[in-house]
T-cell receptor, first 113, second 112 residues
Framework: KAGVTQTPRYLIKTRGQQVTLSCSPI?????VSWYQQTPGQGLQFLFE???????NKGNFPGRFSGRQFSNSRSEMNVSTLELGDSALYLC????????????FGQGTRLTVV | GENVEQHPSTLSVQEGDSAVIKCTYS??????FPWYKQELGKGPQLIID?????GEKKDQRIAVTLNKTAKHFSLHITETQPEDSAVYFC???????????FGPGTRLSVLP
């Protein structure tokens, strides 16, 4: 059974640009959550998608957005990149909402220069 | 919202010794208590979890104990090995539909 796949693994972007990250959950899983991981703030929740609808949102500015497709794959977008957006972005897949066993991808390392 | 703390923040043990990491949380509605292990360059991996109707769970060298009254749960690793070196996170979950709130992490180093 394939795990959670995140692409790309690494990205380097310039301030002011925008970026799109992709996450393919485990087959059959319907909920996808996104987290930002930084040395200073740790793992912080960005948002959760289930059945193509955003169900929960963390405390991040509107520059951070996402969507989910009918096959449960999800993308997140960050517009007008800032240096502080440099982080590891992790996607977690669960079978159902509030599903307890969450499986994480390897993450996308975003560097903003 | 949920406030989660972990102690210690770093832990060094000799290979073969035991390690214990404690997680305290604030939301008394929490009913699911997982521990995640994150190795360098990888995403967090679920290693053990426990639900509120159970006090202890064991899986080979790893165990988790829960004290709901005091609002803390602990990860126990026995006979530690160098491959146990990683950062460990707790992430208590309250109600259905809520997101995980991760602790700040504990860096475990197992010295050969």
């Amino acid at each position: 059974k394939a795990g959670v796949t995140q692409t790309p693994r690494y990205l380097i972007k310039t301030r002011g640009q925008q970026v799109t990250l992709s996450c393919s959950p485990i087959s059959g899983h319907r909920s996808v959550s996104w987290y930002q991981q930084t040395p200073g703030q740790g793992l912080q929740f960005l948002f959760e998608y289930f059945s193509e609808t955003q169900r929960n949102k963390g405390n991040f500015p509107g520059r951070f957005s996402g969507r989910q497709f009918s096959n449960s794959r999800s993308e997140m977008n960050v517009s007008t990149l800032e240096l502080g957006d440099s982080a590891l972005y992790l996607c977690a897949s669960t079978y159902d909402r509030g599903g307890t066993e969450a499986f994480f991808g390897q993450g996308t390392r975003l560097t903003v220069v | 919202g949920e406030n989660v703390e972990q102690h210690p923040s770093t832990l060094s043990v000799q290979e073969g010794d035991s390690a214990v990491i404690k997680c305290t949380y604030s939301d008394s509605a929490s009913n699911y208590f997982p521990w995640y292990k994150q190795e360098l360059g990888k995403g967090p991996q679920l290693i053990i979890d426990i639900r509120s109707n159970v006090g202890e769970k064991k899986d080979q060298r790893i165990a988790v104990t829960l004290n709901k009254t005091a609002k803390h749960f602990s990860l126990h690793i026995t006979e530690t090995q160098p491959e146990d070196s990683a950062v460990y996170f707790c992430a208590p979950l309250a109600n259905y539909g809520q997101n995980f709130v991760f602790g700040p992490g504990t860096r475990l180093s197992v010295l050969p």
